[in-house]
């Protein structure tokens, strides 16, 4: 059976959050970003008479200004955003359980089983808009199709405030005289190279042999080819949010020796604080666990008034929580770290009054790319290689 797939994006979120919380902001161009006296942050959302002056996402706030003296600028605050973000999360909800939550704006939703309980798929992209409007007052698109691909480039040339329906088989009509740049995953610099070829659209891109394709651009050549047709069979993934992340382990032999407890529980915060960021989550509620050998288990925990990712935040409170354990003198059977009152973490946040952070989420996102390509073990903190370069970790090791 084909499926119906609802992609909605929500129009200059972050600006349209704020003009619909202050109405004198409203019909004005209005930046977020950063606060007049910003000179080096860049354009974060720009409200859409914003953007009638050229003024997009990236761009710099000093290029904004002088492009439109008088626009509003504002840095933002990601709470409100993430709240609105979260409505419109339970409006999707009461439409279909299937929903594939792909930023904090934008949203897949596979309402093929809801087609008839609805009325048809205008009926439930008219339903999620007018509710949006009512409740939230924000302006959203709404595109749907057969697959994600095509839904979301039919929200994209629907943009903004709109809705567009691609019926099934017509995909490849709908999107063969577009430009290939709004293919998604074309970059500047493939579009580049299909220009010189002579490739101005999607349709004469879908054409092209795909031996050319193949030769030009590898096994993304294929992909590239695919997606210019219309063809994409990437499913919506829904997305539940989890309770906790969570890692320990079991001594080989129990401890006394609190120095290489702690060096132990620092290697499982940074495991615990790697699988965190790598859910794009950040955790409130930090605790420590601990079995002694005598089978007693005791957890501590400390709530942080502001959520963290940051794995020096995670270790300064385990550490602060550490002589609580201590007081028993009893060997250790293990140890292990919780993390919960998980929220989603934006990597915008920065842009919202934690400079404190920023320097920190731009080093581990370094450290988390180096990981990902070539294994965990590759950096870690100076304090926890004093287990050794590679650390064996008796079963039942890292529980998840
Ligand atoms: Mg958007």
Not at 38 to 49: H, W
Not at 331 to 353: D, E, N, T
Request: glycine share 6%; aromatic share 8%; hydrophobic share 35%.
């Amino acid at each position: 059976m084909t499926r119906r797939i609802l992609h909605i994006d929500m129009d200059a979120f972050f600006a349209s959050v704020e003009q619909a919380r202050n109405p004198l902001l409203q019909g004005k161009p209005l930046i977020i970003g950063g606060d007049h006296s910003d000179t080096r942050g860049v354009v974060c959302t720009a409200s859409y008479e914003a953007r009638t002056y050229g003024i997009h996402s990236g761009m710099s706030l000093a290029e904004a200004k002088r492009r439109c003296p008088h626009a509003l600028f504002m840095r933002g605050n990601f709470e409100h955003y993430r709240n609105a973000s979260e409505r419109v999360y339970t409006i999707l909800e009461s439409v279909s359980p299937c929903i594939e939550f792909a930023s904090i704006d934008e949203s897949y939703v596979d309402i093929t089983g809801s087609l008839r309980l609805f009325g048809g798929e205008n009926a439930i992209a008219h339903h999620i808009k007018d509710t949006i409007r009512k409740e939230l007052h924000l302006p959203c698109t709404v595109g749907i199709a057969s697959n994600k691909l095509v839904a979301k480039i039919a929200t994209n040339e629907a943009k903004p405030d709109g809705y567009r329906s691609i019926e099934n088989g017509k995909e490849s009509a709908f999107l063969r005289p577009l430009p290939v740049h709004k293919l998604p995953g074309i970059g500047p610099r493939t579009c580049e190279i299909l220009e010189s070829l002579g490739i101005m659209t999607i349709g004469a891109l879908a054409d092209l042999p795909s031996e050319l394709m193949l030769y030009t651009f590898g096994v993304n050549g294929y992909l590239l080819q695919r997606a210019a047709r219309g063809e994409s069979s990437s499913e919506v993934t829904p997305f539940s949010i989890p309770k906790s992340i969570s890692r320990e382990t079991t001594f080989e032999q129990d401890l006394l020796d609190w120095h290489r407890i702690e060096q132990t529980l620092i290697y499982l915060a940074e495991r615990a604080g790697y699988a965190l960021r790598e859910q794009r989550m950040e955790a409130r509620c930090i605790s420590l666990k601990v079995r002694y050998a005598d089978f007693q288990t005791v957890t501590f925990a400390h709530t942080c008034t502001e959520p963290t990712c940051i794995d020096s935040d995670i270790i300064h409170v385990l550490q602060g929580l550490l002589p609580k354990a201590q007081k028993r003198r009893v060997r250790v059977r293990l140890v292990g770290v919780s993390l919960s009152s998980l929220r989603y973490y934006s990597p915008q946040m920065s842009l919202f009054g934690k400079e404190r952070s920023e320097k920190w989420n731009r080093v581990l996102e370094k450290v988390d790319q180096i990981r990902k390509r070539h294994g965990f073990e590759l950096i870690r903190m100076a304090s926890s290689i004093g287990l050794g370069r590679r650390v064996c970790l008796a079963t039942p090791s890292l529980s998840r």
